[in-house]
């Protein structure tokens, strides 16, 4: 996983943050509102449901899915990726997702990319 300010330099990120278990921010770097950084807990509670969605397919589907590692939302103007603790918020029709998918979950030269939180 990457810094929040080499995220920031991907197309179409606006903003980047990371957020405690407790949805209390950590850091944050970028051009979103306060109102809209302040959304960490917001964060929690949908990777908890997406956690209880993942168990659900994980219990009634003959395929694992293994453990949630993150989620995305995406809306017409902005959307949210979350992988671990970390959070951006991106232009939704500008933004690099391959590039983002790759920088936060993707798999690092010297092996498995480490736990972000």
């Known amino acids: 996983m990457i810094g929040l300010d080499r995220l ?4 179409g990120v606006v903003a980047a943050g990371q ?6 921010v950590i850091r944050k770097v970028g051009e979103i509102p ?3 950084m302040e959304s960490a ?3 929690v509670h949908q990777a908890q449901a997406c956690r209880n969605f993942l168990g ?13 590692v993150g989620w995305t939302v995406w809306g017409s103007k902005y959307s949210v990726v979350v ?8 232009r939704t029709n500008l ?4 590039q983002l998918m ?6 690092e030269a010297t092996g498995p990319r480490p736990m972000n939180y």
């Open 102 to 107: 790759v920088d936060l979950a993707g798999m």
């Open 19 to 24: 957020f405690s278990e407790d949805g209390t």
């Open 95 to 98: 933004g690099n997702y391959n």
């Open 83 to 90: 992988v671990g603790n970390t959070r951006i918020f991106v």
């Open 34 to 36: 306060e109102d809209l």
């Open 56 to 68: 659900s397919l994980n219990s009634k589907l003959p395929r694992d899915f293994g453990s949630l």
């Open 8 to 11: 920031m330099k991907i197309e």
């Open 41 to 43: 807990e917001l964060c």
